[in-house]
């Protein structure tokens, strides 16, 4: 026994304490959640899950920024300013009585980033190991804060033991805006049920996929929209795939008569999001900012060609030819891509292949986690070496 409880040596596994959105939220950081709790990682980590997860949003397509707090109106304000308090109150309660040997919390952007200080704030109190985990569009985030705020970012980023960024220019980024912060770099990766998908079939139409979720706008859908009438006006017979649209979203597609082109669904589980990739060609990810997302290493390891905007570390997810990159809020441009990977099989299977083989080398569960296991085992082994002195 030690001051902190039963020791590590006693138990059958390490406890990793996951705080986040966890489901029936849907989205990123989620998707990260889930695939670390079912990955090889919980032969050797028992998870523990703290959920911070308030009401969902799935009828908005615009639930970006700090205004996104009144999107969905004054009830469902109160409904998850109470809840972020009910979790927030009983946080503390849940490290002291399940005793995890280190914290994970998931932050992001905006009014998320600001609660996941909270609970990182509390685990030093407490001196919990923790991590904070930096997703979302952070360098928006960080950009359009006042001067007092991002003094205020800079000093949380020094609080935890690590900070795990998603990709090697986050890692410079938080360097520069957090120069105290330990920072280690552990990317996302896809499941194995994307990285065993198998080959595409040809088929005489070629379908556009676009994942449009509670932040379509932010997406980039306005620009989807656009693209599609210029294609419906040069005589191109592109097929889109929209899904996880909201109410808002589906009447704004039926006003502009596009349902001839468009198949649109609501929020889909995994294996519908597998379905929806097998059976598309082409991914549109026309993002105004990004984090490291998911769903494009996802539709490359699906063997879809990816149209992206060089945001985030979409450009080194990326790299060496593996997605045609067009201009942020440029329709035209991204109007032409879709044209010419449509009208060009062989161009639009080259970059398909060219993506699946990067994301089956570099962000697969296998390659990646590890290093994640690296850095929670370095933390639990210097707890264990301050208890032991």
Same mark, same amino acid.
């Given at each position: 026994m030690t001051?902190?409880?039963?020791s590590?040596?006693?138990?059958?596994?390490?406890?990793?304490?996951?705080?986040g959105?966890?489901?029936?939220t849907?989205g990123?950081?989620?998707?990260?959640m889930?695939?670390?709790?079912?990955?090889?990682l919980?032969?050797q980590?028992?998870f523990?899950?703290?959920?911070?997860?308030?009401?969902?949003?799935?009828?908005?397509?615009?639930?970006?920024?700090?205004?996104?707090?009144?999107s969905a109106?004054?009830?469902?304000f109160?409904v998850?300013?109470?809840?972020?308090?009910?979790?927030?109150?009983?946080?503390?309660?849940?490290?002291?009585i399940r005793?995890?040997?280190?914290?994970?919390?998931?932050a992001?952007?905006?009014?998320?980033?600001?609660e996941?200080?909270?609970?990182?704030g509390?685990?030093?109190?407490?001196r919990? &190991?923790?991590?904070?985990?930096i997703?979302g569009?952070?360098?928006h985030?960080?950009?359009?804060?006042?001067?007092r705020?991002?003094?205020?970012?800079s000093?949380?980023l020094?609080? &935890?033991?690590?900070?795990?960024?998603?990709a090697?220019?986050w890692?410079?980024?938080?360097?520069?805006?957090g120069?105290?912060?330990?920072?280690?770099v552990?990317?996302?990766?896809?499941?194995?049920?994307?990285?065993?998908i198998?080959?595409?079939q040809?088929? &005489?139409?070629?379908v556009?996929?676009?994942?449009a979720g509670?932040?379509?706008?932010?997406?980039?859908v306005?620009e989807v929209?656009?693209?599609?009438?210029?294609l419906?006006?040069?005589?191109n017979?592109?097929?889109?795939?929209?899904l996880?649209?909201?109410?808002?979203?589906?009447?704004?597609?039926?006003s502009?008569?596009?349902?001839?082109?468009?198949?649109?669904?609501?929020?889909?589980?995994?294996?519908?999001?597998i379905?929806?990739?097998?059976?598309?060609?082409i991914?549109?990810l026309?993002?105004?900012?990004?984090?490291?997302?998911n769903s494009?290493?996802e539709?490359?390891?699906?063997?879809?060609?990816?149209?992206?905007?060089?945001v985030?570390?979409? &450009?080194?997810i990326?790299?060496?030819?593996?997605?045609?990159i067009?201009?942020?809020?440029?329709?035209k441009?991204?109007?032409?891509?879709?044209?010419?990977l449509?009208?060009d099989?062989?161009?639009?299977?080259?970059?398909a292949?060219?993506?699946?083989?990067?994301i089956?080398s570099r962000?697969?569960?296998?390659?990646?986690?590890?290093?994640l296991?690296?850095?929670?085992?370095?933390?639990i082994?210097?707890?264990?070496?301050?208890?032991?002195?």
């Amino acid at each position: 026994m030690t001051q902190d409880g039963p020791s590590v040596a006693a138990r059958h596994k390490p406890r990793v304490m996951l705080v986040g959105p966890w489901p029936p939220t849907k989205g990123g950081v989620t998707t990260f959640m889930l695939n670390v709790a079912d990955s090889q990682l919980a032969e050797q980590y028992e998870f523990l899950r703290f959920s911070t997860s308030r009401p969902l949003k799935n009828k908005l397509s615009r639930t970006y920024g700090y205004r996104a707090m009144f999107s969905a109106g004054l009830y469902r304000f109160c409904v998850s300013a109470l809840t972020t308090l009910w979790h927030v109150l009983k946080f503390p309660f849940a490290v002291l009585i399940r005793k995890p040997d280190v914290v994970q919390v998931q932050a992001s952007d905006f009014q998320a980033f600001w609660e996941s200080a909270l609970y990182v704030g509390m685990c030093r109190a407490m001196r919990a &190991p923790v991590l904070m985990r930096i997703g979302g569009s952070f360098d928006h985030f960080y950009s359009s804060s006042s001067g007092r705020a991002r003094a205020m970012i800079s000093h949380v980023l020094s609080w &935890p033991d690590r900070v795990v960024v998603q990709a090697e220019c986050w890692a410079e980024f938080v360097g520069v805006c957090g120069p105290e912060a330990d920072i280690v770099v552990v990317p996302n990766a896809v499941a194995d049920a994307f990285a065993s998908i198998a080959p595409k079939q040809r088929k &005489p139409e070629t379908v556009c996929l676009f994942i449009a979720g509670t932040e379509a706008i932010w997406k980039g859908v306005d620009e989807v929209i656009a693209a599609i009438h210029i294609l419906r006006a040069s005589g191109n017979s592109v097929l889109f795939r929209i899904l996880a649209a909201s109410d808002d979203l589906r009447r704004r597609f039926e006003s502009e008569g596009l349902m001839d082109v468009v198949r649109m669904d609501g929020f889909v589980d995994r294996d519908g999001m597998i379905a929806a990739m097998h059976d598309s060609d082409i991914f549109l990810l026309p993002s105004y900012g990004e984090g490291f997302p998911n769903s494009l290493l996802e539709a490359m390891a699906a063997g879809l060609a990816a149209i992206v905007t060089p945001v985030g570390a979409v &450009p080194e997810i990326v790299d060496g030819g593996c997605a045609v990159i067009v201009p942020v809020r440029d329709a035209k441009a991204l109007a032409f891509a879709i044209e010419c990977l449509a009208n060009d099989q062989a161009w639009r299977e080259q970059i398909a292949s060219a993506g699946r083989a990067r994301i089956l080398s570099r962000f697969v569960q296998g390659v990646v986690l590890p290093v994640l296991g690296e850095a929670w085992q370095s933390l639990i082994d210097a707890r264990l070496d301050r208890s032991a002195a």
